[in-house]
């Protein structure tokens, strides 16, 4: 993207508030901002495998504005850890931990986030973890603001052994572990892990 088409995006994904800081979080360090189609196993992430080409960070195209900001965010703390570290710092260690508190300090506000969202994500950013959606009490907060939030269940409220729909295939829960679920794809039999948060839909409860 250009740096206007940078803006552009920002401009439509960001809240209004948040739309310079942001842009100037992209003009400090410049890379390569891509929006992408919904990936339930990931809704950011930041790649630079060498020196020579340009970072690049992802997003999902249907995230909420502050779910947006707060993955972007996130996505540029990981490129100015590695900018300073290169691959010897642990991905969500201590540096990256440090550099995303420093980076959202001057968004988390009550202008930019409600309540609602400010006083869970304030109390997550004490510790952030990996994924925001590991903070169940964050991720129902920024979902109560999704448009389309009643036509899915999360994953985590469903009984082992539910089927349920997610991208376009269906699967059989199985076992938690940790902060993922263990699903059988119903067609393949695969078995894959799922992120216990992930929004699915068509679902068949167990009646076990």
């Known amino acids: 993207m250009t740096e206007v088409q940078v803006l552009n995006t920002l401009q439509i994904h960001v809240p209004e508030?948040?739309?310079?800081?942001?842009?100037?979080l992209w003009k400090e360090k410049p890379f390569k901002l891509k929006l992408t189609k919904s990936r339930q196993t990931k809704i950011g992430d930041f790649t630079c495998r060498h020196s020579s080409v340009q970072p690049r960070?992802?997003?999902?195209?249907?995230?909420?504005?502050?779910?947006?900001?707060?993955?972007?965010?996130?996505?540029?703390?990981?490129l100015r850890v590695f900018l300073e570290f290169g691959h010897r710092a642990e991905p969500h260690g201590e540096r990256w931990k440090n550099a995303f508190q420093k980076l959202l300090r001057p968004v988390l506000t009550a202008e930019i986030f409600p309540d609602t969202i400010l006083v869970?994500?304030?109390?997550?950013?004490?510790?952030?973890?990996?994924?925001s959606f590991a903070d169940t009490i964050l991720t129902?907060?920024?979902?109560?603001?999704?448009?389309?939030?009643?036509?899915?269940?999360?994953?985590?409220?469903?009984p082992e052994g539910s089927t349920f729909q997610l991208n376009g295939r269906y699967f059989k829960k199985g076992k938690l572990r940790r902060t993922r679920v263990l699903c059988k794809e119903v067609n393949s039999k695969r078995?894959?892990?799922?992120?216990?948060?992930?929004?699915?839909?068509n679902v068949q409860l167990s009646l076990l």
Do not use: C, W
Request: hydrophobic share 45%.
């Open 17 to 24: 508030k948040a739309v310079d800081y942001a842009f100037g």
């Open 57 to 78: 960070i992802t997003l999902n195209h249907d995230l909420n504005s502050f779910t947006f900001l707060i993955t972007y965010v996130h996505e540029v703390a990981h």
């Open 120 to 131: 869970p994500l304030t109390k997550h950013m004490q510790n952030p973890k990996a994924s």
């Open 140 to 158: 129902k907060a920024l979902r109560s603001v999704d448009e389309n939030a009643h036509s899915y269940i999360v994953l985590s409220d469903l």
């Open 191 to 201: 078995q894959y892990l799922v992120p216990a948060e992930a929004l699915v839909s």
